[in-house]
């Protein structure tokens, strides 16, 4: 048997240091520092999210609120709020709310409008009025001629009930009766004979002639008398009239000069100048309590003065609360529309809530405990609302949901309606509402609301999608360094040094993991800034230099890379195996990426195949302990495919394969090792060993061309770690897709060894050229005649499964003839023994390549 020699595979294809990451020539930026900037203005890189977040806002029709959708740290609500601060400072000031007492219905406080600013001052005028009452009311009663007119009724009152009186005795002792007032009112006695009244045992010893006389003329005189009670009654009917008529003349006249004020002062709101007679004419209504409520707060003071400018809360459980303003709404302070960033979103910091007290174990509340949601604080400017923040709170979805439906914002009381509190609440006149709501989420709250919710399509309906990154152009760098100057400009950061700025762009660009994208997750870059800045102050430099943005980046990372050095730690101890020197068959280094909270990195896994025949074809050993992810189950069935199109197209593919990672305890997810899986198989096949000193990563597909992955950079470094605290070879690299070479921006220890050609990145596009840098064989041409040129790899993998394929088949015919042989023994009632197997034929030239 002659052995075939392996044809070697030509030099591969190595990229240079040039290649591995995109710089920034500082020399190319047109200042020193970016103390010379101008103030960033804007969304910088997010055009279509501007052109959408311009649209929504300046569309007046209803409906038109915004959804931001964009993934996390990509700086949306930071940058929303301060593009919305910018537009509202070129918006009208909206006007004040406050709540009164609406005294035709007491349930239903009234809601005013007022201009901005004017609300505060109308709380303050009658605080100042109402502090004008308790002083100047209880004066006027004091006064000599209100005084003279009282008694001068009081005494007309008792002259003529003293007349009235007089006939009605007069009348009684004609007939032999006088009248008596007692503590009971007026009452009959008979008079005696010596002009006096009879006692009642007297009377009954009368003799019954004279007691007949008496009873002869009792009606008469009764009914007089109860003519007289009557007339008297009336008398004091007028007197009370007169006596209230009088206070409220007199209060009418005092109240009228106090309101005259206020109601100039405020005559051009129509609803104020009502309010404000309503509470005037309440106030002369019931003097006779409110003269009370004076002369008890009189005594309660100790009759000094009331302080000049009392607050509404010095009011409070007394009868004048009714008179006093709450205002919900202040804009006095407020400079053009309010923008409102509401963190805590539940029903009652979004539409309000009444307050009550506890009084003598009864819950009570009145229009001064309506206190304001941010839908009222935002009325007339804009609302930002985070979309998962509102969604945890029970009921404040519905309740955004109706107000931006019926454009307007209620103040409900939620404990009563569901039943939780035993007490009647108020039901406050609804606010006219005119806002702009903004959303912000990740996209996939926008998809499941908008297919699951059948309002929200119309009531947001500007979709605003944020980027997370942006073209790497000259005027996106020049973008980040204004913003960089913004940050510093409000934060109180050192300035940066323009090689700060251009070492920020490549990490801008590192995030972005993309040489022509740089990250639009500003608060990521943010937090650089920030820290950058520390370091600088820790140096002690005036302005933050590169190496300063340098250790901040490096500081962040050290603090969250402790896993990532146990793994390396367990990989160098032999607990975890990984090659990174010489060869094995079925045996390849591939590369995963863990992600633990803001931290990513790579790591290498070992990944091995067995094959054997059979009929069961590739088996993932992750998918049978149902340890892998549907994604990676699909590549796995991809790879199946390929190699069924290029192998089994003259034969059966007559194999069972096992795949694993090996001391992989966790889920397996993703495609990006489907080439490293596939290489192991092919390996096992043509007994060909893979060098175990080149980790692979890429995902294929059934034509064999070599797909992008995520994470490329993480990946290599992972195993440069490896590999260096091994020792650097020479020898050693990483094979990565072609198109994944535009997402380098590796480390500069890294760029560094393979300038020094101590370690190496592969691009491969096709399987094929994977397979000759792993095997130092070349892959081979399919000849058109179907076969493959002898010592390539295609050879020897096609050559193999065409063995197995014969081997099955011959097995099969051996199992068929001992079935065959042993049913007509069973027929003729004898034992046949079975023949041995014979060996099936090898083919000539067939090397046996062993592990």
Same mark, same amino acid.
């Given at each position: 048997?002659?052995?075939?020699?392996?044809?070697?595979?030509?030099?591969?294809?190595?990229?240079?240091?040039?290649?591995? +990451?995109?710089?920034?020539?500082?020399?190319?930026?047109?200042?020193?520092?970016?103390?010379?900037?101008?103030?960033?203005?804007?969304?910088?890189?997010? #055009?279509?999210?501007?052109?959408?977040?311009?649209?929504?806002?300046?569309?007046?029709?209803?409906?038109?609120?915004?959804?931001?959708?964009?993934?996390?740290?990509?700086?949306?609500?930071?940058?929303?709020?301060?593009?919305?601060?910018?537009?509202?400072?070129?918006?009208?000031?909206?006007?004040?709310?406050?709540?009164?007492?609406?005294?035709?219905?007491?349930?239903?406080?009234?809601?005013?409008?007022?201009?901005?600013?004017?609300?505060?001052?109308?709380?303050?005028?009658?605080?100042?009025?109402?502090?004008?009452?308790?002083?100047?009311?209880?004066?006027?009663?004091?006064?000599?001629?209100?005084?003279?007119?009282?008694?001068?009724?009081?005494?007309?009152?008792?002259?003529? +009930?003293?007349?009235?009186?007089?006939?009605?005795?007069?009348?009684?002792?004609?007939?032999?009766?006088?009248?008596?007032?007692?503590?009971?009112?007026?009452?009959?006695?008979?008079?005696?004979?010596?002009?006096?009244?009879? $006692?009642?045992?007297?009377?009954?010893?009368?003799?019954?002639?004279?007691?007949?006389?008496?009873?002869?003329? +009792?009606?008469?005189?009764?009914?007089?008398?109860?003519?007289?009670?009557?007339?008297?009654?009336?008398? #004091?009917?007028?007197?009370?009239?007169?006596?209230?008529?009088?206070?409220?003349?007199?209060?009418?006249?005092?109240?009228?000069?106090?309101?005259?004020?206020?109601?100039?002062?405020?005559?051009?709101?129509?609803?104020?100048? +009502?309010?404000?007679?309503?509470?005037?004419?309440?106030?002369?209504?019931?003097?006779?309590?409110?003269?009370?409520?004076?002369?008890?707060?009189?005594?309660?003071?100790?009759?000094?003065?009331?302080?000049?400018?009392?607050?509404?809360?010095?009011?409070?459980?007394?009868?004048?609360?009714?008179?006093?303003?709450?205002?919900?709404?202040?804009?006095?302070?407020?400079?053009?529309?309010?923008?409102?960033?509401?963190?805590?979103?539940?029903?009652?910091?979004?539409?309000?809530?009444?307050?009550?007290?506890?009084?003598?174990?009864?819950?009570?509340?009145?229009?001064?405990?309506?206190?304001?949601?941010?839908?009222?604080?935002?009325?007339?400017?804009?609302?930002?609302?985070?979309?998962?923040?509102?969604?945890?709170?029970?009921?404040?979805?519905?309740?955004?949901?109706?107000?931006?439906?019926?454009?307007?914002?209620?103040?409900?009381?939620?404990?009563?309606?569901?039943?939780?509190?035993?007490?009647?609440?108020?039901?406050?006149?609804?606010?006219?509402?005119?806002?702009?709501?903004?959303?912000?989420?990740?996209?996939?709250?926008?998809?499941?609301?908008?297919?699951?919710?059948?309002?929200? $399509?119309?009531?947001?309906?500007?979709?605003?999608?944020?980027?997370?990154?942006? $073209?790497?152009?000259?005027?996106?760098?020049?973008?980040?360094?204004?913003?960089?100057?913004?940050?510093?400009?409000?934060?109180?950061?050192?300035?940066?040094?323009?090689?700060?700025?251009?070492?920020?762009?490549?990490?801008?660009?590192?995030?972005?993991?993309?040489?022509?994208?740089?990250?639009?997750?500003?608060?990521?870059?943010?937090?650089?800034?920030?820290?950058?800045?520390?370091?600088?102050?820790?140096?002690?430099?005036?302005?933050?230099?590169?190496?300063?943005?340098?250790?901040?980046?490096?500081?962040?990372?050290?603090?969250?890379?402790?896993?990532?050095?146990?793994?390396?730690?367990?990989?160098?101890?032999?607990?975890?195996?990984?090659?990174?020197?010489?060869?094995?068959?079925?045996?390849?280094?591939?590369?995963?990426?863990?992600?633990?909270?803001?931290?990513?990195?790579?790591?290498?896994?070992?990944?091995?195949?067995?094959?054997?025949?059979?009929?069961?074809?590739?088996?993932?050993?992750?998918?049978?302990?149902?340890?892998?992810?549907?994604?990676?189950?699909?590549?796995?069935?991809?790879?199946?495919?390929?190699?069924?199109?290029?192998?089994?197209?003259?034969?059966?593919?007559?194999?069972?394969?096992?795949?694993?990672?090996?001391?992989?305890?966790?889920?397996?997810?993703?495609?990006?090792?489907?080439?490293?899986?596939?290489?192991?198989?092919?390996?096992?096949?043509?007994?060909?060993?893979?060098?175990?000193?080149?980790?692979?990563?890429?995902?294929?597909?059934?034509?064999?061309?070599?797909?992008?992955?995520?994470?490329?950079?993480?990946?290599?470094?992972?195993?440069?770690?490896?590999?260096?605290?091994?020792?650097?070879?020479?020898?050693?690299?990483?094979?990565?897709?072609?198109?994944?070479?535009?997402?380098?921006?590796?480390?500069? #220890?890294?760029?560094?060894?393979?300038?020094?050609?101590?370690?190496?990145?592969?691009?491969?596009?096709?399987?094929?050229?994977?397979?000759?840098?792993?095997?130092?064989?070349?892959?081979?041409?399919?000849? $058109?005649?179907?076969?493959?040129?002898?010592?390539?790899?295609?050879?020897?993998?096609?050559?193999?499964?065409?063995?197995?394929?014969?081997?099955?088949?011959?097995?099969?015919?051996?199992?068929?003839?001992?079935?065959?042989?042993?049913?007509?023994?069973?027929?003729?009632?004898?034992?046949?023994?079975?023949?041995?197997?014979?060996?099936?034929?090898?083919?000539?030239?067939?090397?046996?390549?062993?592990?």
């Amino acid at each position: 048997m002659t052995s075939v020699t392996p044809i070697p595979a030509p030099e591969p294809r190595r990229l240079d240091a040039a290649a591995l +990451r995109r710089r920034v020539d500082p020399s190319g930026l047109s200042f020193r520092s970016t103390e010379e900037l101008s103030q960033l203005e804007g969304i910088i890189g997010q #055009e279509r999210a501007t052109r959408a977040v311009r649209f929504g806002l300046g569309i007046e029709a209803p409906g038109y609120n915004i959804f931001a959708l964009g993934p996390a740290g990509a700086g949306r609500t930071t940058t929303i709020r301060r593009y919305l601060r910018q537009m509202a400072a070129r918006r009208p000031t909206p006007p004040d709310w406050i709540y009164v007492f609406n005294f035709e219905d007491p349930d239903e406080p009234l809601a005013i409008r007022l201009p901005a600013g004017r609300g505060a001052l109308l709380r303050q005028r009658v605080d100042e009025l109402l502090r004008d009452v308790v002083e100047q009311l209880p004066q006027a009663f004091e006064t000599e001629h209100y005084q003279e007119h009282r008694s001068r009724l009081i005494r007309k009152f008792q002259k003529q +009930r003293e007349s009235l009186l007089e006939e009605a005795k007069q009348f009684a002792q004609a007939h032999g009766f006088t009248i008596l007032e007692t503590p009971m009112g007026l009452a009959l006695a008979p008079i005696g004979p010596d002009g006096k009244p009879l $006692p009642p045992d007297q009377y009954e010893a009368l003799p019954p002639q004279v007691k007949a006389q008496f009873d002869a003329v +009792r009606d008469r005189v009764e009914e007089v008398l109860e003519r007289t009670v009557r007339q008297i009654h009336e008398l #004091e009917k007028q007197l009370r009239r007169a006596l209230v008529n009088l206070d409220r003349d007199v209060a009418a006249s005092v109240l009228a000069y106090l309101f005259d004020d206020v109601r100039q002062e405020f005559s051009d709101i129509p609803e104020v100048v +009502r309010w404000l007679d309503a509470s005037r004419q309440d106030m002369i209504d019931n003097i006779h309590m409110l003269r009370q409520v004076l002369a008890a707060m009189a005594q309660m003071t100790g009759g000094t003065d009331v302080p000049p400018s009392l607050p509404m809360r010095h009011w409070e459980d007394t009868p004048l609360s009714r008179y006093t303003v709450n205002l919900l709404v202040d804009h006095r302070k407020t400079e053009g529309a309010p923008v409102i960033y509401e963190p805590n979103p539940t029903v009652y910091n979004l539409v309000g809530k009444q307050e009550y007290k506890a009084r003598f174990g009864a819950l009570l509340t009145d229009f001064t405990m309506l206190r304001a949601g941010a839908l009222h604080k935002a009325n007339g400017g804009y609302l930002v609302l985070n979309i998962v923040d509102l969604l945890r709170q029970p009921l404040a979805w519905d309740a955004l949901k109706r107000a931006l439906k019926t454009s307007q914002v209620v103040i409900e009381d939620i404990p009563q309606q569901l039943g939780f509190l035993p007490a009647v609440g108020l039901r406050p006149k609804p606010i006219p509402l005119d806002i702009k709501v903004v959303l912000i989420g990740e996209p996939m709250y926008y998809y499941l609301l908008y297919a699951l919710d059948e309002d929200f $399509p119309e009531l947001f309906k500007v979709r605003a999608d944020f980027s997370p990154d942006m $073209p790497w152009t000259p005027e996106h760098v020049q973008d980040v360094a204004r913003f960089v100057h913004t940050l510093c400009q409000e934060e109180d950061i050192p300035h940066f040094t323009v090689d700060a700025v251009a070492e920020l762009v490549m990490y801008a660009g590192r995030l972005a993991s993309s040489q022509k994208k740089l990250t639009a997750r500003f608060g990521l870059l943010a937090d650089i800034v920030r820290e950058a800045g520390y370091w600088a102050g820790e140096r002690g430099h005036t302005l933050v230099e590169a190496e300063d943005v340098r250790q901040a980046i490096e500081e962040r990372a050290y603090r969250s890379r402790m896993w990532e050095e146990r793994i390396l730690e367990l990989i160098l101890d032999h607990v975890i195996y990984i090659d990174t020197e010489g060869k094995a068959v079925g045996q390849v280094n591939g590369l995963s990426v863990i992600t633990l909270g803001d931290y990513t990195f790579g790591r290498p896994n070992r990944i091995t195949a067995r094959v054997s025949l059979g009929q069961a074809g590739v088996i993932n050993i992750e998918r049978e302990v149902k340890l892998s992810g549907r994604i990676h189950d699909k590549g796995v069935l991809i790879l199946s495919g390929f190699m069924a199109g290029r192998y089994a197209q003259d034969k059966p593919l007559s194999l069972s394969a096992t795949l694993t990672f090996e001391q992989s305890y966790e889920g397996v997810e993703g495609d990006s090792a489907s080439a490293a899986e596939l290489y192991a198989i092919l390996s096992a096949l043509s007994g060909l060993p893979l060098r175990q000193d080149i980790a692979v990563t890429g995902s294929v597909n059934q034509r064999g061309q070599i797909q992008p992955v995520g994470g490329v950079n993480e990946k290599i470094e992972g195993f440069f770690a490896v590999c260096k605290a091994r020792g650097l070879t020479g020898q050693q690299g990483v094979i990565i897709p072609a198109t994944n070479v535009q997402h380098l921006m590796l480390r500069e #220890e890294v760029i560094e060894a393979v300038e020094a050609g101590q370690f190496h990145i592969y691009p491969i596009r096709t399987v094929d050229e994977g397979l000759e840098i792993l095997t130092g064989v070349a892959a081979g041409q399919r000849r $058109p005649d179907g076969t493959w040129p002898e010592g390539t790899v295609n050879w020897y993998v096609d050559r193999r499964l065409r063995q197995m394929a014969m081997r099955l088949r011959q097995f099969g015919r051996t199992r068929e003839r001992e079935g065959e042989k042993e049913q007509k023994g069973n027929e003729e009632g004898e034992e046949t023994p079975p023949e041995p197997p014979k060996e099936p034929p090898t083919p000539p030239d067939v090397p046996e390549h062993g592990e």
